[in-house]
């Protein structure tokens, strides 16, 4: 018999050697965290790869953006295509029943009188605006321009001649006449006739306004003015005394006033106090000899 063979411990050539094991952590030391887990490229079971939600976000709003377009563009069309499809609506006739004013005109005898020249704020005046204005007194020298005045020597005199521009422009200022004189030493006086180009009177209306606004405004006026006899809204001011130091005594006294499309501005200057029946008496002269020439009779020489 074949003495039997002792049996050998084999270990296979590919096995890898066994490691010792790790020693167990300290109590108070953190526990390691997991291995990540590493897919592996040749399989199709690894984890799905995440999707950034903005590029979702961005889609969906892209999504809605398209959708309004298209609604709003379909809608539109819609809309277009009905009222195409029916039938148009006549306009109202523009005669309409039942006006005021009489179809026939009224007999001779029962017409309405013509509005005076002192209602009536539509007048337009025509012609040479030099003979309507007041001539100088007696023993009064020409002070200033005298005749036609170009608008730019017109708004030089205001404390803010280019805003003073522009308003004139935008009421349709037409033409100025003007005369300025003095009396001794210091008075002076100055008389413009301003005339708007408006159908109306509006620009002479809103200038006249604007300057009565300003002048009841300032402090040193103390008074609403004093209404012109003849005119339904023209008024006169006369301010009190202002004195400043190593200057002369100053005082002044305006009147505006309307009369259909041309604005009456008078304007007194004096060292002298200055009564109120003297730039009254002034401004309803002047007015004066505007309603005479409205209403046909030649102006009267004062």
């Known amino acids: 018999m074949t003495p039997a063979t002792p049996a050998v411990p084999v270990t296979a050539p590919d096995a890898p050697e066994a490691k010792p094991e790790a020693p167990e952590a300290a109590p108070d030391a953190p526990a390691a965290a997991p291995p990540a887990a590493v897919p592996d490229p040749a399989s199709d079971t690894g984890p799905e790869p995440a999707v950034r939600p903005r590029r979702r976000v961005l889609r969906t709003v892209g999504l809605i953006a398209v959708a309004a377009v298209l609604g709003l563009v379909g809608g539109t069309a819609v809309g277009y295509r009905i009222q195409a499809d029916r039938e148009p609506t006549p306009l109202p006739a523009l005669n309409q029943p039942g006006l005021a004013y009489p179809a026939k005109p009224l007999p001779k005898g029962e017409e309405p009188e013509p509005l005076s020249a002192a209602e009536d704020h539509q007048l337009k005046a025509e012609g040479d605006l030099r003979k309507l204005l007041l001539p100088r007194p007696a023993g009064a020298r020409a002070e200033g321009p005298d005749g036609w005045q170009s608008l730019s020597q017109y708004v030089d005199g205001y404390t803010r001649p280019d ?94 006033i309307q009369h259909g499309d041309i604005a009456i501005t008078i304007l007194m200057s004096d060292t002298r106090k200055i009564s109120g029946s003297e730039i009254r008496s002034l401004a309803e002269r002047q007015l004066g000899r505007l309603r005479a020439r409205s209403a046909g009779a030649a102006p009267a020489g004062s």
Not at 183 to 197: D, F
Not at 215 to 234: F, I, N, Q, T, Y
Not at 240 to 250: I, L, T, W
């Open 163 to 256: 805003g003073a521009l522009e308003t004139q422009l935008d009421l349709g200022i037409r033409r100025i006449a003007t005369r300025e004189w003095r009396v001794g030493a210091y008075k002076t006086v100055e008389i413009n006739l301003v005339q708007y180009r408006s159908g109306s009177a509006i620009g002479a209306w809103e200038y006249v306004r604007d300057q009565q606004r300003i002048a009841m405004g300032e402090a040193h006026a103390g008074s609403l003015g004093e209404p012109v006899k003849g005119s339904p809204d023209g008024r006169y001011y006369v301010y009190p005394v202002k004195r400043e130091a190593g200057y002369m005594d100053s005082y002044l006294a305006r009147a505006y």
